[in-house]
């Protein structure tokens, strides 16, 4: 199994980006997916995850009302639609799968990551 994490890159605050996530190798037609952000001398902090079959959502309070996950079933792909972005959600954000489905915000839950994109927001 791979994860494809592309789409971020440098936006000025209250600007908008939309990373994605593509995955390779197996379907998680009953798992779930999920976006973290890592700081430098900090833990790797949840985001948010999306049930793949019934395409239930959840979010850190941080991001709830600016964030959205979303999926194309089709492509394979998770999305974070993310607005109104602020200085402090600079970050890499990683994109993580579980085979289970569920509500996991620790990343030592999932079983598979990407690799990272980096998302700078300017003040």
């Known amino acids: 199994v791979q994860l494809q994490a592309s789409g971020g890159g440098l936006v000025q605050a209250g600007g908008s980006l939309r990373p994605s996530c593509v995955a390779s190798?197996?379907?998680?037609?009953?798992?779930?997916m999920g976006w973290f952000r890592q700081v430098p001398g900090k833990e790797r902090e949840f985001v948010a995850s999306l049930n793949w079959s019934g395409g239930v959502t959840y979010y850190a309070d941080s991001v709830k009302g600016r964030f959205t996950i979303s999926r194309d079933n089709g492509k394979n792909t998770v999305y974070l639609q993310m607005n109104s972005l602020e200085p402090e959600d600079t970050a890499v954000y990683y994109c993580?799968?579980?085979?289970?489905?569920?509500?996991?915000?620790?990343?030592?839950?999932?079983?598979?990551w990407g690799q990272g994109t980096l998302v700078t927001v300017s003040s």
């Open positions: 993580a799968a579980r085979n289970m489905f569920g509500v996991f915000t620790t990343a030592s839950r999932y079983d598979y």
């Open positions: 190798g197996r379907t998680f037609s009953s798992g779930l």
